[in-house]
């Protein structure tokens, strides 16, 4: 076990600054405790495929960013790879599910507006024939000043990039601020899943702002020198010159209408860091679409001199939020800023700046995660700091007490014999990992005190996983399954490789059942938002082809104690995956066009003693029927020994026919799919009731419904026939009918799957969980046709499927 010396201090009020930091890391007491492997805990990592490999080298600190909706970013020399995870049911390959785009990088140069065309040009004349070498050198070296290089390779690829929380562009998911290597600060947004749109330039707007003050931050400031002193050419450059920049959470702001009346709207606050130390915070609206969704920026002066990174700090304490920005230096020291967040429910801040870290050690401040955990000893929540420096990590526990803020640091040392070059943190457990450029990574986890903090750790050695490797950077899933690595071919023989070949590769971090207890017991009820662990878990089933007994009485004692309807969706989800995992592989790829018309049904399990009349007079369900004849047109042989082993039932042990147990699953599926149906047709009838105007605007067959719902006699549902006998009497002899979108027929509500028209067109029903919804047939995308449009619900819908 590893134990970090902790220093403490405390403030008598939030208004007074940190006490005098403990001594650095080169301390004796220190070097005393520094970090040796952990006999606590044991972690196995084990590799995922694929390993997607990138067409161009990282660029920037900090290449690997991993989204709150599962999208790895990837900063290259010439794009932003972004490998979005997919939980595809569908599919009975073991391997992650990933689909691929990129965020180009602009095929113009970026130009920072310091002055009017006419007079840049000249200055830059001046400048780079002065006979000053001081002036003449630094000017022409410098790339900031000559992003297009002259003679010089140009300034291509991306310095860096940051996911925003969940829930900021207009489909609900994360938008992707992007840096590229000559400065501009662009916003991107993914909105029809295969094209990532460019929304916004920061960088042109925020020149432009100062270009109207005159390059003031203030109206009193005295204004400065003109263009052509190179002092004052420097300083306009670098007051907007982004080094990094940060999304804070969403927060809610009052929004005053026309009649007086307050509304709330969420908001979400980018903190852009520049070289001159400033902060400009941009406030945008949500849903985030444009330059018509901003709603301020305001600039704040940080005191720091060489900045290098920040990240926002935000502690909640009895039901009171603070939010402060958190700065490093290239020089070492590290602060916490007040950020005032005018017209935001709940929100304060510091009255004056938090030294973390004072000493101007010379060790660059690298990366800051900032980690909200709950102290068990003072029984209060805290906010732990880690900031890599060199090769060393610096930690810091904040605490809000009676005598104000508390604030403990130090450093953990041995953990690197070089310096990090990546760090990231799980969010939900405090789990801290760091890598060197040698291939070892380190997994460090809090541990609590009665005085502060102490750091438990592992050495997770990556040649033992991928061979020998280098690192380039690493980034941890949302919920800790699994650990993106970015890595190009190590030495062999004690010789460096001839080409470099990056690649994006994925490792474990969780065992199955540690996936499946949090799955469990997670907060947030939205497997969406956990496709991370559902991997682990799609994977442990397609591996064994049986789901764990102790999951499927876990799970049943969950769904009888609140009968929620996550778990019933988890329910479905293990039965969807368990049915695929009993399915042939075909032995070629689904999209391919099969051009064999044959009519002949061909059993799943020759071996069994079945005849193909007998398989036909027993009848299949339409899932196994469809997947049998695929089989048959993509060329399967149904005599391949290597497909008997599939005919046992793993799950009980027993020895029935696969297609029995395949029918089974398809009867218990069918079960859970209409049990959540309903669920959804009450949640629907409930809003109809509350909102008449719903049901006129977008035709709901509300009386359909209703008699879907009082068809089966089987189903006796209290709440269901009370609400529907008080939305039959309000109304009356109404009904609002859905149509059909080609011919304006009516669609009758006889079956929950589809709806056919008197002219024969056939739509697909489905419940529609996100804003928005897509669907594949043939290698291309169609969008689905929404039926219900519903607020906040989950929406019913239709898609064509043939007309005739």
């Known amino acids: 076990m590893a134990a970090a010396a902790a220093g403490s201090g405390g403030s008598p009020a939030l208004s007074s600054g940190g006490e005098e930091p403990p001594a650095g890391p080169e301390s004796p007491a220190e070097e005393a405790v520094s970090a040796g492997p ?3 805990f044991r972690l196995t990592a084990v590799r995922r495929e694929p390993a997607v490999r990138l067409q161009h080298g990282v660029s920037g600190l900090e290449p690997l960013a991993w989204s709150e909706d599962h999208r790895v970013s990837v900063s290259t020399a010439r794009s932003i790879a972004v490998l979005e995870q997919l939980s595809d049911i569908h599919s009975g390959g073991q391997e992650l599910v990933i689909h691929r785009t990129a965020v180009p990088a602009p095929a113009a140069g970026c130009l920072l507006k310091v002055g009017s065309k006419k007079e840049v040009a000249e200055c830059k004349e001046k400048f780079a024939n002065s006979k000053d070498p001081t002036v003449s050198q630094t000017f022409m070296l410098d790339r900031v000043f000559n992003p297009e290089g002259k003679s010089l390779p140009p300034m291509r690829g991306f310095k860096y990039s940051s996911w925003s929380p969940l829930g900021c562009d207009a489909n609900g998911r994360c938008l992707l601020a992007a840096l ?46 003109e263009l052509g002193d190179f002092a004052e050419f420097q300083r306009r450059h670098s007051m907007q010159t982004p080094v990094r920049m940060e999304w804070s959470g969403i927060c809610t702001t009052q929004q005053v209408k026309h009649n007086n009346e307050c509304r709330d709207v969420g908001s979400v606050l980018l903190a852009v860091l520049f070289e001159n130390g400033n902060i400009a915070a941009w406030q945008f609206q949500l849903p985030f679409v ?3 969704s901003i709603t301020s920026c305001n600039t704040i002066e940080s005191g720091i001199n060489s900045p290098s990174v920040l990240s926002w700090w935000e502690y909640e304490h009895n039901n009171r939020k603070m939010s402060g920005l958190i700065v490093g230096s290239a020089f070492g020291p590290v602060k916490i800023l007040p950020v005032n967040l005018k017209a935001v429910k709940g929100y304060f801040t510091l009255r004056q700046p938090v030294v973390l870290w004072q000493e101007m050690d010379q060790l660059p401040v690298h990366s800051i995660k900032c980690i909200p955990l709950y102290h068990p000893y003072q029984k209060c929540s805290c906010s732990l700091v880690v900031a890599a420096r060199g090769s060393y990590v610096f930690w810091c526990l904040l605490l809000i007490s009676k005598a104000g803020l508390n604030v403990h640091n130090s450093h953990v040392t041995g953990l690197h014999s070089l310096p990090i070059v990546s760090m990231t943190a799980d969010k939900q457990n405090g789990t801290v990992y760091t890598c060197s450029s040698d291939g070892k990574v380190r ?42 690595v970015i890595t190009t071919e190590g030495m062999t023989n004690g010789l460096h490789p001839v080409n470099k070949n990056y690649q994006v590769q994925f490792v474990t971090l969780k065992t199955f059942e540690e996936a499946a207890a949090q799955l469990l017991e997670s907060s947030v009820q939205n497997l969406f938002r956990q496709v991370d662990l559902t991997d682990l878990v799609r994977w442990k089933i397609l ?62 399990s020759p071996g069994m003693g079945s005849t193909e009349d007998d398989h036909q007079e027993e009848g299949t369900s339409k899932q196994a029927s469809k997947q049998s004849l695929c089989e048959v047109s993509k060329g399967t042989d149904p005599d391949d020994p290597a497909d ?38 009450k949640r629907v009838l409930g809003e109809v009731y509350l909102h008449t105007w719903i049901t006129e605007n977008t035709s709901i067959p509300t009386r359909g419904v209703c008699d879907f719902l009082m068809s089966d006699e089987g189903y006796d549902d209290r709440t269901a026939r009370v609400l529907i006998g008080h939305i039959l009497k309000k109304m009356n002899k109404q009904t609002f009918p859905e149509h059909c979108s080609l011919c304006k027929e009516i669609l009758p509500f006889t079956d929950r799957k589809q709806a056919v028209c008197s002219n024969g067109h056939i739509w697909l029903r489905k419940i529609k969980r996100n804003q928005m919804a897509y669907s594949f047939s043939d290698g291309r995308m169609k969008e689905e046709k929404v039926l219900f449009n519903l607020p906040v619900l989950p929406e019913f819908g239709i898609q064509k499927v043939s007309a005739s």
């Open 38 to 40: 952990s006999a606590g």
């Open 180 to 225: 590229t290597m000559d400065n501009r600060l662009t916003i991107h947004a993914n909105l029809n899943r295969l094209q990532w749109v460019q929304l916004v330039d920061l960088t042109e707007m925020y020149g432009e702002r100062l270009y109207e003050t005159s390059y003031k931050l203030s109206k009193v400031e005295t204004p400065r020198g």
């Open 290 to 292: 444009g330059k018509e």
């Open 443 to 484: 997994q460090l986890i809090p541990i609590f005190t009665d005085v502060a903090l102490k750091f438990e750790h592992q050495l997770i050695k990556l040649s033992e996983v991928f061979g020998s490797v280098r690192t380039h950077g690493i980034a941890v899933s949302p919920c800790g399954a699994y650990l993106a």
């Open 543 to 604: 591996k064994d082809k049986h789901i764990p007994q102790f999951l499927q009485e876990a799970l049943d004692k969950k769904i009888e104690s609140c009968g929620s309807t996550y778990f019933w969706r988890f329910k479905l989800f293990l039965l969807r995956i368990l049915y695929q995992s009993m399915q042939k592989t075909p032995s070629e790829v689904m999209w391919r066009p099969s051009h064999e018309d044959t009519k002949v049904l061909i059993s799943d």
């Open 644 to 681: 008997d082993t599939l005919a046992h039932s793993s799950d009980v042990g027993g020895h029935e026919p696969m297609e029995e147990k395949l029918l089974e699953i398809q009867a218990r599926i069918e079960a859970v799919e209409m049990h959540l149906t309903r669920e959804h047709m």
